[in-house]
C-alpha cells in the first residue's frame, strides 16, 4: 500500500518535473535589463550598475551580463556602445570595472548559483559611417577585449568566483583570429574558469553552410555557441543548428509570442534578453 | 490526427440545416469551424465562430488548447468587409494573448490587420478562406512587469514586435 502511493506520489513528481518550462542561462542583453523596455537605457554604466543589482525572489534573476565594446578609430577608444549613436562617451573598461566590483562583493551573483558569465560583443564598424577594423584597428580593438578578460579573470580569482567569458564578434573572424593572439589565454585559463567563443548565425563571414566547418568545442578556435533570434529564422533552420555541436543562444530586442515558443521548442542553453525579470518568472512558472 | 478528429466532431455537431453552397443571394448566414496558422507566436489550431450580416463578418477565435496549455490562451475578434460574398475581404481585429509566469499572468495586445480571400467549397459543407495577416504586438503588462507600448522610434523598439502571418479558416456556414 505505502510502496503504491510512493510510486503515485513519485510519477505527480516526475510529471510536475516534466511540466516545467526549460531552464536556460540568463543573460542580460547590453548590460540593461533593468530598463527592460527602453532602448535609450541600453549599453549604459547606470543600466549595468541597475542591472547587477536586480533581485527577484531574493536572487539576482541574471546569471550574467552582455557587455558591447565598440572600437573608435578615429579617437583611439574602446567604447562600452552599440553603436556611434550613444550620446555619451563610456569605456568598455569601466563597464567591466562595475561587474568586477559586483564580482568582489558577497552574496549570491547569479540565480543559478554557478559561474557569473560575462558576454563581449565586439562590433565590426569602426567609423560612424560604417568602416570596417583596418590591421591597426584589430589589433588595438583587441587588446581591448584581451585587457577585458584579463581583468575579470583576475577579479574572478580574487572574488573566488566561477567565471565563464563569451566572445563574439559581429565579423566572425574577430573572434577566431583572437585564439591565435599572443596574449590568448586559451579556452581553459584556469579552475572554475572558462572562455568560450560564439558566434550569431548572422555575423560576417559566416554562411550557414560554414557552421558544421566552425563547430567543435575541441577545436582551439571552434564554435561552442551558437547565437539566433526567435523570429528572423524558419524552424528548419533552427533544427539544422540544434544537430551542431554547440550550444544554442536565443537573443531577443523584446520577448515577443515567438520568442516563448522558440525558448520552449529549442531548449537554448542561454537565453539574451532585456526582459530578464520575465523570462525569469515565465521559466519558473 | 488530432486535427482531423477535431474536424469530424465539428462537422457532426453541426446543425443538419447547415448550408452546403454558400450561395450569393444569402446575407445573413453564421459559421464555425477550424482556424489554423502558420505563426509560431499563438496556438496553431483554434476554434471560430462568427456571423455575416451582410458584407460584414465577425468572428471569435477561441483557443481550445487552453485546456491542455494553461500557460497560453489566445482569443481574437476579427472584423472582415466583404468586397463580394465568399471573395476578398479586408480584415481588422484584436489578439489577445495571456502567457502565464511565475505568480502572475502577462497579456499581450495585437492590433490585426489583414486581407483574407475565399477558396472552393470542400465536401460540398465546408467553406474555406485563407488570409494574410500583419500583427502589431500593441500593448504587453501584467502583474507588476513593466508596461510596454509599441513604439516606432527605431528598429530596436518595434522589430521584434510585428510579423506577418498565413491563416487557414475551414468553415461550416448556415443560414440566419
Same mark, same amino acid.
Given at each position: 500500500?505505502?510502496?503504491?502511493?510512493?510510486?503515485?506520489?513519485?510519477?505527480?513528481?516526475?510529471?510536475?518535473?516534466?511540466?516545467?518550462?526549460?531552464?536556460?542561462?540568463?543573460?542580460?542583453? !547590453?548590460? !540593461?535589463?533593468?530598463?527592460?523596455?527602453?532602448?535609450?537605457?541600453?549599453?549604459?554604466?547606470?543600466?549595468?550598475?541597475?542591472?547587477?543589482?536586480?533581485?527577484?525572489?531574493?536572487?539576482?534573476?541574471?546569471?550574467?551580463?552582455?557587455?558591447?565594446?565598440?572600437?573608435?578609430?578615429?579617437?583611439?577608444?574602446?567604447?562600452?556602445?552599440?553603436?556611434?549613436?550613444?550620446?555619451?562617451?563610456?569605456?568598455?573598461?569601466?563597464?567591466?570595472?562595475?561587474?568586477?566590483?559586483?564580482?568582489?562583493?558577497a552574496g549570491a551573483i547569479t540565480w543559478d548559483g554557478v559561474a557569473f558569465r560575462v558576454k563581449i560583443e565586439s562590433k565590426a564598424a569602426v567609423t560612424p559611417g560604417g568602416a570596417d577594423h583596418s590591421a591597426d584597428d584589430l589589433a588595438a580593438h583587441q587588446a581591448c577585449v584581451l585587457d577585458m578578460v584579463d581583468r575579470l579573470l583576475e577579479a574572478a580569482v580574487a572574488g573566488?568566483?566561477?567565471?565563464?567569458?563569451?566572445?563574439?564578434?559581429?565579423?566572425?573572424?574577430?573572434?577566431?583570429?583572437?585564439?591565435?593572439?599572443?596574449?590568448?589565454?586559451?579556452?581553459?585559463?584556469?579552475?572554475?574558469?572558462?572562455?568560450?567563443?560564439?558566434?550569431?548565425?548572422?555575423?560576417?563571414?559566416?554562411?550557414?553552410?560554414?557552421?558544421?566547418?566552425?563547430?567543435?568545442?575541441?577545436?582551439?578556435?571552434?564554435?561552442?555557441?551558437?547565437?539566433?533570434?526567435?523570429?528572423?529564422?524558419?524552424?528548419?533552420?533552427?533544427?539544422?543548428?540544434?544537430?551542431?555541436?554547440?550550444?544554442?543562444?536565443?537573443?531577443?530586442?523584446?520577448?515577443?509570442?515567438?520568442?516563448?515558443?522558440?525558448?520552449?521548442?529549442?531548449?537554448?542553453?542561454?537565453? !539574451?534578453?532585456?526582459?530578464?525579470?520575465?523570462?525569469?518568472?515565465?521559466?519558473?512558472? | 490526427?488530432?486535427?482531423?478528429?477535431?474536424?469530424?466532431?465539428?462537422?457532426? $455537431? $453541426?446543425?443538419?440545416?447547415?448550408?452546403?453552397?454558400?450561395?450569393?443571394?444569402? %446575407?445573413?448566414? =453564421?459559421?464555425?469551424?477550424?482556424?489554423?496558422?502558420?505563426?509560431?507566436?499563438?496556438?496553431?489550431?483554434?476554434?471560430?465562430?462568427?456571423? *455575416?450580416?451582410?458584407?460584414? %463578418?465577425?468572428?471569435?477565435?477561441?483557443?481550445?488548447?487552453? &485546456?491542455? %496549455?494553461?500557460?497560453?490562451?489566445?482569443?481574437?475578434?476579427?472584423?472582415?468587409?466583404?468586397?463580394?460574398?465568399?471573395? =476578398?475581404?479586408?480584415?481588422?481585429? =484584436?489578439?489577445?494573448?495571456?502567457?502565464?509566469?511565475?505568480?502572475?499572468?502577462?497579456?499581450?495586445?495585437?492590433?490585426?490587420?489583414?486581407?483574407?480571400?475565399?477558396?472552393?467549397?470542400?465536401?460540398?459543407?465546408?467553406?474555406?478562406? &485563407?488570409? &494574410?495577416?500583419?500583427?502589431?504586438?500593441?500593448?504587453?503588462?501584467?502583474?507588476?512587469?513593466? $508596461?510596454?507600448? #509599441?513604439?516606432? $522610434?527605431?528598429?530596436?523598439?518595434?522589430?521584434? #514586435?510585428?510579423?506577418?502571418?498565413?491563416?487557414? *479558416?475551414?468553415?461550416?456556414?448556415?443560414?440566419?
Open positions: 500500500m505505502i510502496r503504491g502511493r510512493r510510486t503515485s506520489l513519485f510519477a505527480l513528481l516526475l510529471l510536475a518535473a516534466c511540466d516545467r518550462r526549460p531552464q536556460a542561462i540568463l543573460m542580460c542583453h !547590453n548590460s !540593461n535589463c533593468a530598463h527592460a523596455t527602453d532602448p535609450a537605457a541600453d549599453d549604459t554604466l547606470a543600466s549595468l550598475e541597475d542591472s547587477l543589482a536586480l533581485t527577484y525572489l531574493g536572487r539576482p534573476p541574471i546569471d550574467g551580463v552582455e557587455i558591447d565594446t565598440l572600437w573608435d578609430s578615429e579617437r583611439s577608444l574602446c567604447l562600452f556602445a552599440h553603436d556611434f549613436d550613444k550620446p555619451v562617451d563610456e569605456l568598455a573598461m569601466d563597464a567591466v570595472d562595475r561587474v568586477t566590483e559586483h564580482m568582489l562583493g573566488d568566483r566561477e567565471l565563464e567569458i563569451l566572445l563574439e564578434g559581429e565579423d566572425i573572424q574577430f573572434v577566431r583570429s583572437l585564439t591565435a593572439h599572443s596574449r590568448w589565454p586559451g579556452k581553459d585559463p584556469g579552475e572554475g574558469l572558462a572562455i568560450r567563443l560564439e558566434a550569431n548565425v548572422k555575423s560576417a563571414g559566416l554562411a550557414p553552410d560554414d557552421l558544421v566547418s566552425l563547430t567543435g568545442g575541441d577545436k582551439p578556435d571552434g564554435i561552442d555557441v551558437l547565437a539566433f533570434h526567435s523570429t528572423r529564422f524558419p524552424d528548419g533552420q533552427q533544427q539544422a543548428y540544434e544537430a551542431l555541436d554547440v550550444d544554442l543562444m536565443l537573443w531577443m530586442l523584446d520577448a515577443s509570442l515567438e520568442t516563448f515558443y522558440a525558448a520552449e521548442v529549442y531548449h537554448p542553453e542561454y537565453v !539574451n534578453t532585456s526582459e530578464a525579470v520575465l523570462l525569469r518568472r515565465w521559466m519558473e512558472d | 490526427m488530432r486535427l482531423h478528429l477535431l474536424f469530424s466532431i465539428l462537422l457532426a $455537431a $453541426a446543425p443538419a440545416t447547415a448550408r452546403a453552397d454558400a450561395s450569393d443571394d444569402v %446575407d445573413h448566414d =453564421w459559421h464555425t469551424g477550424l482556424n489554423l496558422r502558420t505563426d509560431t507566436g499563438t496556438h496553431r489550431v483554434r476554434l471560430d465562430a462568427g456571423l *455575416r450580416l451582410g458584407q460584414v %463578418d465577425v468572428t471569435a477565435v477561441l483557443d481550445p488548447k487552453v &485546456f491542455i %496549455d494553461r500557460r497560453q490562451n489566445d482569443t481574437d475578434l476579427v472584423a472582415e468587409y466583404m468586397f463580394r460574398p465568399d471573395g =476578398w475581404a479586408a480584415m481588422a481585429g =484584436w489578439r489577445l494573448t495571456q502567457i502565464s509566469i511565475d505568480r502572475g499572468t502577462q497579456f499581450h495586445h495585437m492590433l490585426l490587420l489583414g486581407v483574407t480571400g475565399g477558396l472552393p467549397h470542400f465536401l460540398e459543407v465546408v467553406v474555406p478562406r &485563407f488570409g &494574410f495577416e500583419f500583427e502589431a504586438n500593441v500593448l504587453r503588462h501584467g502583474d507588476g512587469l513593466e $508596461a510596454d507600448t #509599441l513604439s516606432l $522610434a527605431s528598429e530596436r523598439d518595434y522589430l521584434d #514586435l510585428v510579423s506577418f502571418n498565413l491563416f487557414l *479558416r475551414f468553415d461550416y456556414a448556415g443560414e440566419i
